[in-house]
């Protein structure tokens, strides 16, 4: 436990320039608060005292703006930067060397039980206000970028602007340069839509060509019938 904060606090310095002694980050870093009281409401929850971790959780919430579920797994070295507003959910799971900045939401998407909320891999960065929403993964080495809205797996090694989320880079290339895309879901659905249309007009020219076919045999048997 004692490595851990000391490495929680290690990680303030390693990536906040301003950080200027430990007795400062100690004793002024909301971020650094939030995730010492996380971990001692993660230990009540792991054994079933789910009222005292919530309380423990509640009042970080309030001392820090930065709410965490008891719930969520949080792993080694995570810094948030200003924190405020910063949402994360009960089956959330993140890595190691994690950067978070502020009004960020690692969410779910609805009611639905079991795993909802999205599992962040290491040494990932995520921009302020963005909201990465479900149960999916985020690749190690990937950044988010500010106010961006994830609701789809992210691979490896990737950045991700946009909303909906879209990759723009991935192992170093360019989005334009890559087979392979975050589905669109607008453009999913816009696709799926043309589908349809396509196949009512198949139809409609089916059912054309049929009725023309009968009149035509209508009035060739009037034809004989006269």
């Known amino acids: 436990m004692l490595t851990n904060l000391k490495s929680d606090v290690r990680a303030v310095f390693d990536n906040d320039p301003a950080a200027r002694g430990w007795f400062e980050v100690i004793f002024t870093y909301s971020g650094l608060h939030a995730i010492w009281a996380h971990r001692l409401a993660h230990w009540f929850y792991n054994r079933q005292f789910f ?21 969520a797994t949080i792993g080694k070295r995570l ?5 405020m507003g910063v949402v994360i959910g009960e089956t959330c799971e993140i890595g190691d ?7 960020v939401t690692l969410g779910g998407t609805g009611k639905e039980k079991g795993k909802r909320h999205p599992t962040i891999g290491n040494n990932v ?22 106010n961006s809205v994830v609701l789809r797996e992210v691979p490896a090694n990737s950045t991700v602007v ?12 360019r989005a334009d340069r890559l087979s392979h895309q975050m589905p669109d879901p607008v453009a999913s659905r816009l ?13 409609l020219e089916q059912q054309q060509r049929q009725l023309d076919h009968r009149m035509m045999s209508t009035r060739e048997h009037n034809r004989h019938s006269c």
Request: glycine letters at 16%.
């Open 191 to 203: 696709a799926e839509l043309q589908a349809e249309i396509d196949r009512l007009k198949q139809e």
């Open 51 to 71: 009222t005292v971790a919530r309380v423990v959780s509640q009042m970080s919430r309030f001392m820090t703006g930065i709410e965490i579920h008891p719930g």
């Open 97 to 103: 060397d994690v950067v978070i900045y502020q009004g």
């Open 162 to 173: 946009g909303i909906p989320g879209k990759i723009v880079i991935q192992d170093g290339k």
């Open 79 to 83: 810094f948030i930067d200003h924190g």
């Open 125 to 146: 960065v995520v921009g302020s206000g963005a909201k990465i929403l479900g149960s999916f993964s985020v690749g190690s080495n990937s950044n988010i970028g500010s």
